[in-house]
């Protein structure tokens, strides 16, 4: 079955920056990050296995989201940190259904912190 494992959560200033990985054990064809807080789950950014990449407003010009397919890995760098950017982030991937459909994979979440 696939595995999903995230990395790289912490706390961070406002402007401050890090970038989260999620590693998948099996075949995965799109990936995307997704965030909860206060019980709102917002899709941050996805890509597909060609490298198309699409973003939330919220984060459009700050997030970049990449992929190394040879490492079946995700990664998303986030610079210029906001408070409203505080969420658990969770790495979602689907093999062919809908990515965050019933189908799809979950990683645990890894919680990033932006606070003065």
């Known amino acids: 079955q696939v595995q999903l494992v995230e990395s790289g959560g912490g706390l961070v200033q406002p402007g401050g920056s890090l970038r989260l990985s999620c590693a998948a054990s099996g075949t995965i064809n799109v990936m995307g990050w997704y965030r909860q807080a206060a019980e709102k789950r917002e899709l941050v950014a996805w890509i597909t296995s060609g490298g198309r990449t699409t973003y939330a407003d919220s984060v459009k010009g700050r997030f970049t989201i990449s992929r190394d397919n040879a490492k079946n890995t995700m990664y998303l760098q986030m610079n210029s940190l906001k408070p409203e950017d505080t969420a658990v982030y969770y790495c979602?991937?689907?093999?062919?259904?809908?990515?965050?459909?019933?189908?799809?994979?979950w990683g645990q979440g890894t919680q990033v912190t932006v606070s003065s």
């Open positions: 979602n991937g689907a093999a062919s259904d809908a990515l965050g459909g019933r189908n799809s994979y």
